[in-house]
């Protein structure tokens, strides 16, 4: 793996909050969560600790730092991530502060999200790695699945599922919905 020394203008967005993100060396101003995203976010990563070998690593809210060829950093908060052991740096330094993407990084939309910076992240986290970004609506109940080979598909986050191409992972959408009522119109 590459060690590319972090600024340190961007390792100290760590130290206290709020936790910013950078997109493209901005710093975007943090999204605030609802509790049926903080809800959604810890059941998928329930699901994805419970499938994980015990190398691997599922986290929420863990950074992750890249630096694009034009030297312009972006530093991203994923709600949840999977790395495989595979793709898991050894050196201490880059393990808690990780320059590869995940695996799989999930988004949860929050109702002020704007799409445009959703895009940017999703581009991002395939640009440095990642097989799946899951970005999941808990209003709608629609997950949108954007694939390193440039596919994308749109789920109904309902029963349950196999996440490809993650060997033996189905994510259980009435588990994690539960006493979740729908939004009212």
Not at 25 to 31: A, Y
Not at 137 to 159: F, I, Q
């Amino acid at each position: 793996m590459v060690s590319t020394p972090i600024p340190r203008w961007l390792a100290a967005l760590d130290e206290e909050g709020p936790y910013l993100e950078v997109l493209d060396g901005e710093i975007q101003p943090d999204v605030s969560p609802y509790d049926i995203h903080g809800e959604v976010a810890v059941r998928i990563g329930a699901q994805l600790d419970a499938w994980a070998n015990d190398d691997d690593t599922v986290g929420a809210e863990v950074r992750f730092y890249f630096l694009r060829a034009d030297g312009k950093w972006s530093s991203l908060l994923p709600d949840v991530k999977y790395t495989s052991r595979a793709r898991t740096p050894d050196d201490w330094d880059e393990r808690q502060r990780p320059r590869v993407a995940p695996d799989l990084a999930v988004e949860v939309i929050s109702p002020n999200d704007r799409p445009g910076r959703m895009k940017r992240k999703v581009e991002i986290y395939l640009e440095f790695g990642a097989s799946v970004v899951m970005v999941v609506h808990p209003k709608t109940r629609r997950v949108v699945l954007h694939r390193a080979d440039g596919t994308v598909e749109e789920r109904e986050a309902r029963g349950s599922w196999a996440l490809e191409p993650f060997d033996g992972l189905v994510l259980d959408w009435e588990r994690i919905y539960r006493g979740i009522p729908p939004p009212k119109d």
